[in-house]
């Protein structure tokens, strides 16, 4: 069936560096997409959306790019933090219904 | 933010007993209540969708007479797992959207369940 996944399992950044999350996503009709960042033993915390009509959205220090054509989302984070160490998740929805969530790509910053 | 409280954090049980898992709106009227499980190192998967003041719709695959979800109110949704099994064991997610919704969930912090 339709499914939502990541190209990479772990991603290691050098504190400061910019870093690059990548979503590949099956369902052509999903309109909206959304960031979710995910700490240990807590739910998910809402980082930045994005609906169809748009292809890119800018908010603090993330950047989120959407490619209708192939299918693909990617999550860019400048600057990055010890503190944006976490598990993040792409997840999209059609018409409104309930978000499918990727498998989730696990950032580690290291100093 | 929205915000949405689950209770309780944590919940360890004996095998057979039941468990209530509270999720609730603090600062809004959710009319829909979604429910997740996830599993270590895994991602959310949707359990059921609720809405307010009718039977909650199972994703398939979930037992609805196991995991039985009440949504009584705009602000309180339940899920009760029955005669729990260690592998029930999860962190159960709910997440929460109010009138008008455009896709953006605001979601709880999650009750981690451990059955014994």
């Known amino acids: 069936g339709e499914s939502v996944g990541l190209h990479l399992p772990t991603l290691s950044v050098q504190e400061g560096d910019n870093s690059i999350i990548n979503c590949a996503y099956s369902n052509s009709a999903s309109d909206y997409f959304i960031w979710y960042k995910q700490e240990s033993g807590k739910g998910p915390q809402f980082i930045i959306d994005i609906r169809s009509n748009m292809d890119k959205r800018q908010g603090q220090r993330v950047t989120v790019l959407l490619n209708k054509t192939v299918k693909h989302l990617s999550l860019q984070i400048a600057a990055t933090q010890p503190g944006d160490s976490a598990v993040y998740f792409c997840a999209e929805s059609y018409a409104g219904y309930a978000l499918n969530f990727g498998k989730g790509t696990s950032l580690l910053v290291t100093p | 933010g929205a915000v949405v409280s689950q209770h309780p954090s944590r919940v360890i049980c004996k095998s057979g007993t039941s468990v209530k898992i509270e999720c609730r709106s603090l600062d809004f009227q959710a009319t829909t209540m979604f429910w997740y499980r996830q599993f270590p190192k895994q991602s959310l998967m949707l359990m059921a969708t609720s809405n307010e003041g009718s039977k909650a719709t199972y994703e398939q695959g979930v037992e609805k007479d196991k995991f039985l979800i009440n949504h009584a109110s705009l602000t309180l949704s339940t899920l009760t797992v029955t005669s729990a099994h260690p592998e029930d064991s999860s962190f159960y997610i709910c997440?929460?959207?109010?009138?008008?919704?455009?896709?953006?969930?605001?979601f709880g912090e999650g009750s981690r369940l451990t059955v014994l």
């Open positions: 997440s929460a959207s109010g009138t008008g919704y455009t896709g953006e969930l605001f």
